[in-house]
């Protein structure tokens, strides 16, 4: 599932212990409207449509296929020829239902904001200064009325408190540490976890100095630790970063596989965790200063703000 936004509306989901089925499904009357964006090669796609006069997105995505269920699923599933030339031959391959998995996310309601994130679109890269941060980016974060209350609810234990994994509560340097949800736990290829401070004063790169390497150097030391007791993955097999721009301006951490190719993991906006504290060590005022390329989309309000200012 992508990365949660701002503007604090959260994922329906049923209410069940997860694993359980549910009885009330909030795919059954959704209405399709049109189909914002595919792709064959990840096997997903994104729909806009309606549930019950709200409006909502539904992110359908194949289960990616599980060693430990290889033997029951060439066993147990049916097939169909499709064509066969000496020793070549390709088939449909029918599998029983528990194996067959679709993961299916649904927000809704859905904002306008949700439906543009997945909208195809094309994509600019912008180059921000450490100037254009302060007169651009920053008055423009402070104008929208981005909400990060569900960033609240998960450090206070009012939701999500089931699938927190590690907590450290110092107020300064504690952070949480949790599955992303576009991880379903069950492949450690995939592994995906975010780690959400619980300072509410910095909200990106932007914001760090030297005064907050405590804070970095507890969130790698303890992130790696945890999931290297939990999941079994060495430090040597993480990659651990920020996202520059954020998705949501309370300051958090990636922790993915270096298998994983997740997305967002890209030069143009991953900032390697290890990078940023030498940088800090260095220069308490590096992230201040420094000229910081990201993507746009061409509907995102920021690259207007960018164009108007002669910056594009």
């Known amino acids: 599932m992508a990365e949660r936004e701002n503007d604090g509306a959260a994922a ?17 009357d959704f209405k399709i409207t049109r189909i914002l964006r595919e792709c064959a090669r ?11 006069d709200q409006d909502a997105v539904v992110i359908l995505e194949k289960a990616p296929i599980r060693k430990d269920t290889l033997s ?3 066993k147990s599933s049916q097939l169909q020829l499709e064509m066969k030339n000496d020793v070549y031959s390709t088939y449909q391959l029918q599998a029983p239902a528990h194996l067959n998995e679709i993961k299916t996310t649904v927000i809704c309601p859905a904002t306008e904001k949700h439906v543009k ?16 941060y302060r007169t651009v980016t920053l008055p423009y974060i402070s104008s929208q009325s981005f909400s990060v209350q569900w960033v609240h609810n998960i450090l206070e234990k009012k939701a999500e408190a ?20 576009k991880w379903d736990k069950k492949q450690i ?60 301006h309370h300051l958090h951490v990636h922790f993915t596989s270096l298998e994983y190719n997740a997305p967002g993991c890209g030069v143009e906006r991953a900032h390697l965790l290890s990078d940023v504290i030498q940088n800090l060590q260095a220069d308490s005022s590096y992230y201040h200063n420094r000229s910081l390329a990201f993507p746009l989309r061409a509907d995102d309000g920021l690259l207007l703000k960018f164009k108007e200012a002669g910056k594009l």
């Open 12 to 28: 329906k989901r049923p209410k069940t212990d997860a694993g359980e089925l549910s009885s009330d499904s909030p795919v059954s």
């Open 42 to 52: 990840e096997k997903n796609i994104f729909i806009h449509g309606k549930v019950k």
């Open 72 to 74: 029951e699923l060439l």
């Open 117 to 132: 994130k997945y909208l195809h679109q094309e994509v600019f890269l912008v180059e921000e200064s450490g100037e254009d």
């Open 162 to 181: 089931d699938r927190i994994v590690f907590e450290d509560p110092d107020p300064l340097t504690g952070f949480v540490l949790l599955p992303d949800f």
């Open 189 to 248: 290829q995939d592994l995906y976890l975010i780690a959400i401070v619980h300072r509410r004063d910095v909200k990106s790169l932007r914001d760090l100095t030297s005064e907050h390497l405590p804070l970095l150097t507890n969130l790698r030391s303890k992130g790696e630790d945890t999931i290297q007791r939990q999941y079994g993955v060495p430090p040597s097999k993480l990659r651990v970063y920020f996202h520059y721009q954020p998705s949501y």
